[in-house]
Each structure stands twice: as structure tokens, then as C-alpha cells.
């Protein structure tokens, strides 16, 4: 994660606004397509971290999303820890470059 990163998370982490709207993050997520069904009707990307829980929690990562997004999901995982920003940058890039490319948002594809 790098010493700039983990100081700026462990002061995150020490402000009681913070965690709490970390909280609600998390649990807005637990609650999403609980109530009813809404599809996705855009492209959607889903990546995890190798070296993390997804797949122990939820085995195939990709369908659990299936429901939602249909034949417009894609993607996979990244070789790396919890925080693939910081520990795989490049990788992340190139898959969500990739990613935008093939839905035609980025200047110069098709």
C-alpha cells in the first residue's frame, strides 16, 4: 500500500465520521437488490483481488452478478492483496482500460 497511503488510512480509520460512513457504505450494499430485482442495463465490470476472501465467500465471483447484469458482464481477477489500487496499479489499469475500450467510452475506439 505504500507509507503515504497507510498514513492517510490509519488516520481514516482513527475519525469516528469516517468509520461510520464506512458502515452505512457497507451496509447500503447488504441491502441493494435485497427489496427487488433490478437489472443493470449498462456494460458492468466486476474485479477482485486474488489474494483476498471473494471467492472463498462467494466462490464464482462473476455470478453472484449474473442476476443483474445478464450477457453484459465481465471481468476477473487481479494478482493481489485487498487494496489492488495500491498493490497491482498497473493491472487494474489496464482491465478497466480495456474494459472502457471495448463499451466504446474511450477516445479513439470503436
Same mark, same amino acid.
Given at each position: 500500500?505504500?507509507?503515504e497511503?497507510? =498514513? ?7 475519525d469516528p $465520521?469516517?468509520v461510520?460512513?464506512?458502515? =452505512?457504505?457497507?451496509? $447500503? *450494499?447488504?441491502?441493494?437488490?435485497? /427489496?427487488?430485482?433490478q437489472?443493470? &442495463?449498462?456494460p458492468?465490470?466486476?474485479l477482485?483481488?486474488?489474494? #483476498? /476472501?471473494?471467492?472463498d ?9 449474473? #442476476?443483474?447484469? *445478464? #450477457?453484459?458482464?465481465? *471481468?476477473?481477477?487481479? /494478482?493481489?492483496?485487498h487494496?489492488? $489500487? =495500491? =498493490?497491482?496499479?498497473e493491472?487494474?489499469?489496464g482491465?478497466l482500460?480495456?474494459?472502457?475500450? &471495448?463499451a466504446?467510452?474511450? $477516445?479513439?475506439?470503436?
Amino acid at each position: 500500500m505504500g507509507a503515504e497511503a497507510y =498514513e492517510d488510512y490509519w488516520h481514516a480509520i482513527h475519525d469516528p $465520521a469516517t468509520v461510520h460512513a464506512m458502515c =452505512e457504505d457497507y451496509r $447500503a *450494499g447488504r441491502r441493494i437488490g435485497t /427489496d427487488k430485482l433490478q437489472r443493470i &442495463n449498462s456494460p458492468l465490470q466486476i474485479l477482485w483481488a486474488t489474494r #483476498d /476472501d471473494m471467492r472463498d465467500l462467494y466462490g464464482d465471483v462473476l455470478d453472484v452478478w449474473r #442476476d443483474w447484469a *445478464g #450477457d453484459r458482464l465481465e *471481468g476477473g481477477p487481479i /494478482d493481489s492483496g485487498h487494496h489492488m $489500487a =495500491e =498493490e497491482a496499479p498497473e493491472k487494474l489499469v489496464g482491465a478497466l482500460h480495456a474494459f472502457w475500450a &471495448n463499451a466504446g467510452h474511450l $477516445a479513439g475506439s470503436s
